[in-house]
């Protein structure tokens, strides 16, 4: 837990896209192997958490929604399975859901507009907002 802490500081705190894209693969690579971890439950509420600084660097923001992604996309690691943690994936898309509307005043900027739409698309539940939002503007 220490560990994914520090490197949540290190993408939130992140200079450069590389530094972002660093932080944001060693994340992905250690509750979104094949399967999420436990670890994605408490990750998804600090992404949302984050996003609400509508300041953060592009390349932050950028990278906290490309791991949202592969979060929301996931379902639980058979380890964590077999443990009898179960609905991982479910469990992070509940949590995503919460700050929706993060996620749709993402949408609506220029340059964070696809990133945010993969995430829209797997957590909302109301395909009409979707679809009336969904199109970039002219």
């Known amino acids: 837990v220490q560990y994914g802490t520090q490197v949540c500081r290190e993408l939130l705190s992140a200079n450069s896209v590389e530094e972002a894209v660093g932080a944001r693969d060693t994340l992905e690579s250690r509750i979104v192997p094949s399967g999420l971890f436990e670890a994605a439950l408490h990750v998804v509420p600090v992404i949302m958490a984050a996003l609400v600084d509508a300041e953060r660097p592009s390349w932050v923001r950028e990278s906290l929604l ?27 898309r509940e949590l995503a859901r919460e700050g929706i509307w993060l996620l749709y005043r993402e949408l609506l900027r220029e340059d964070m507009h696809e990133a945010a739409k993969e995430v829209i698309e797997i957590i909302d539940r109301d395909r009409a907002r979707i679809a009336f939002y969904g199109s970039p503007s002219p």
């Open 66 to 92: 490309e791991l949202l992604y592969w979060i929301v996309h996931g379902d639980s690691h058979p380890e964590e399975e077999a443990r009898g943690v179960k609905s991982i994936g479910e469990r992070c």
